[in-house]
């Protein structure tokens, strides 16, 4: 049995038979029920009642019959639709809402009456003024707290919040002592996007519990990422574990680490100590080995306590860091696809230095719509990357190290097999570095991330340098690997076993080809850069000729036109500054002073 009717608790095999039940036996009329708890859209909000359903309707019917509300309504007729859009605006200005249509008009087929839904907009979540006491919260009078999520955004944390959830505070978007905490997730193209903001003048792990159960309460259910970024002090990563369960990686912030460490060198008074122990931390901190951190991170609480200059900061390294180093080294952020805050940090520099013009407000409600039409712009340009598409910054990245590999002679070697072991690997020489790659066995392939002029993806090959391991992009030294296996037009690694690219023979063939045609172009264009002025010279002493023996009438011609925008492009390029960095986008001789603290 899975279902029982609440009234005499009889047991029926399917809801339909329940329905049935109710009818026929209790005189009732069903309640419409979800077999999931709070995955619907029309959500109770009611004490202790996480029922949800598929339709408006099945609420009001739930309110009635178990919390004995009666949802009131009201039957309005207009002449003209015109009247009916001016009845809604006073509604929307009296309740503070907007209403929108979700879809297009029904019409009815037997009476050919057209019908419009609007559903309401709201993106507010929370609203508390300073003053007011909310019966759910435990906030005093004294706070502020406004939670904002639109459904878009609703709609991007449950889709990506599986992934990564970094969350950050920022100051300055108001002249109060309201901070900006936002919660971000990483979409399918590597980049960052605001699932909830809240403004709140309280900066403990309570507010934030608070903020995490609100956007529980309006998504339905617990968000379970595989790796939560935030700063170092723990107030987030408390909340959030308080209120959607521990995380498998949590992982600090490494600028707010380097940062840390910098401010707390001043404990050395010691220059050149503080320079060596500084230039050793980063060694420890970039180590991608576990075994062999675990040793380096030993020697150096040892190597800061035999030196009583470096002791002071010996203790605090010990206090802040040793115990947690789970949270900050990069041997343990492996695959992680996350290092920095930089989502966060872009889309604070955005809002303060592009929607408020490196300025201060005095007032709030601007620093809110400034974040409001931040999240529409970041709404529209990820909806026109989905149907259009889009060259990303990780895509420019890997572009970047293939560009890099095709430049670098790398000293590169099969390693043998042990028995059993039918993973293929090979050791490459770097810069003076030991780096090893394997070829992964894995059937997954991101085509959003795919390489076409390599014929690989990040699933194809591990390598066990930083760019790979941290940064989570194909790092030259794949490149390099890859580019070897087709120059020489086979599918087969260094020591000739198969490799399984991404794609296609036919592709393969095709991506061969264009891979050596942008080599050869590559290499003819660096040879030919420093001719490149007499060749222009030479092309229009050419045009020049051409143009004075020519017996055709331009007057008469379609492309006389044509040849004078083209003239006219080639003089508007050549009175063009040499580089971006001497345009000048200010020509007063007075400094733009900011007004706005830095992050």
């Known amino acids: 049995m899975s279902a029982m009717c609440k009234i005499c608790e009889k047991e029926f095999s399917s809801q339909f ?14 309640v419409a029920v979800s077999y999931k708890k709070s995955v619907w859209s029309y959500k109770c909000e009611e004490p202790s009642c996480n029922s949800s359903f598929y339709r408006n309707q099945g609420l009001i019917d739930h309110l009635l019959m178990c919390h004995n509300i009666e949802v009131e309504s009201e039957t309005r007729q207009f002449t003209t639709l015109q009247d009916f859009q001016e009845w809604k605006g006073d509604i929307e200005k009296a309740t503070i809402c907007n209403y929108v249509r979700l879809r297009g008009k029904k019409t009815s087929a037997s009476s050919g009456r057209q019908t419009f839904y609007y559903n ?3 993106t507010v979540l929370l609203y508390k003024r300073e003053g007011d006491i909310l019966e759910n919260f435990p ?5 502020f707290c406004l939670i904002i999520m639109s459904q878009y955004q609703q709609h991007m944390l449950v889709k990506y919040g599986s992934n990564i959830i970094a969350v950050d505070g920022t100051h300055g978007l108001n002249n109060y002592d309201f901070e900006l905490t936002t919660l971000m997730v990483v979409d399918n193209f590597n980049e960052g996007f605001a699932g909830a903001f809240m403004f709140t003048n309280r900066k403990d792990t309570l507010i934030h519990q608070i903020f995490f159960e ?27 574990s308080s209120v959607m369960g521990v995380v498998p990686f949590q992982l600090y912030c490494t600028w707010h680490i380097d940062r840390a460490w910098r401010n707390n060198l001043n404990k050395i008074p010691n220059i050149e100590k503080r320079k060596e ?5 980063k060694v420890l901190h970039q180590n991608v080995d576990e075994t062999s951190f675990r040793k380096q991170l030993d020697n150096m609480i040892n190597f800061l306590f035999e030196d009583a200059d470096t002791e002071k ?8 860091y040793y115990e947690n180093c789970k949270l900050w080294a990069y041997c343990y952020r492996k695959h992680c696809g996350i290092n920095t805050n930089m989502y966060l940090e872009s889309m604070h520099k955005q809002i303060k230095y592009f929607y408020l013009h490196g300025t201060t407000v005095k007032r709030l409600d601007k620093g809110l719509h400034a974040v409001l039409q931040y999240s529409r712009d970041k709404m529209v340009e990820h909806l026109i990357k989905e149907t259009k598409g889009k060259s990303s910054i990780h895509k420019r990245n890997i572009l970047q190290r293939h560009m890099t590999a095709i430049s670098s002679q790398f000293s590169a070697e099969s390693i043998e097999n042990s028995e059993g072991d039918n993973i293929k690997k090979w050791k490459l020489e770097s810069d003076n570095n030991i780096y090893y790659l394997e070829q992964k066995s894995s059937d ?43 120059s020489k037009g086979i599918k087969q690694n260094l020591s000739n076993d198969n490799v399984q690219p991404c794609t296609s023979q036919s592709t393969s063939e095709e991506i061969r080809t264009n891979m050596m045609c942008l080599t050869k172009q590559n290499h003819n264009a660096l040879l030919n850069k420093s001719n490149l002025k007499e060749k222009i010279l030479e092309k229009m002493s ?16 379609d492309f006389g036109s044509q040849i004078l925008n083209h003239l006219k492009t080639v003089d508007s390029l050549l009175t063009m500054k040499k580089s971006p960095s001497e345009r000048s986008f200010n020509s007063k001789n007075d400094t733009n002073k900011r007004k706005i603290e830095p992050q």
């Open 542 to 557: 050419s045009i020049n000729t051409k143009l004075q023996s020519s017996d055709l009438n331009f007057d008469e011609m």
């Open 214 to 240: 609100v956007i529980e309460s309006k998504v339905g259910n617990k968000i379970s990422p595989n790796t939560f970024m935030s700063d170092i002090t723990g107030v987030f990563y408390q909340a959030w």
């Open 139 to 143: 906030l005093e009078e004294n706070y």
């Open 313 to 320: 900061f010996g203790s605090y390294f010990k206090k802040y």
């Open 120 to 122: 309401c907009n709201r």
């Open 444 to 486: 997954i392939c991101c085509n959003n991330l795919i390489y076409d002029l390599c014929a690989i993806c990040i699933h194809c090959y591990t390598c066990t340098c930083t760019d790979y391991y941290i940064k989570a992009t194909i790092c030259k030294h794949i490149h390099f690997l890859a580019m070897k296996n087709l």
């Open 277 to 281: 122990v500084y230039k050793t931390l």
């Open 17 to 30: 038979n329940i329905n049935k039940h109710l009818k026929n036996v209790h005189k009732t009329k069903p």
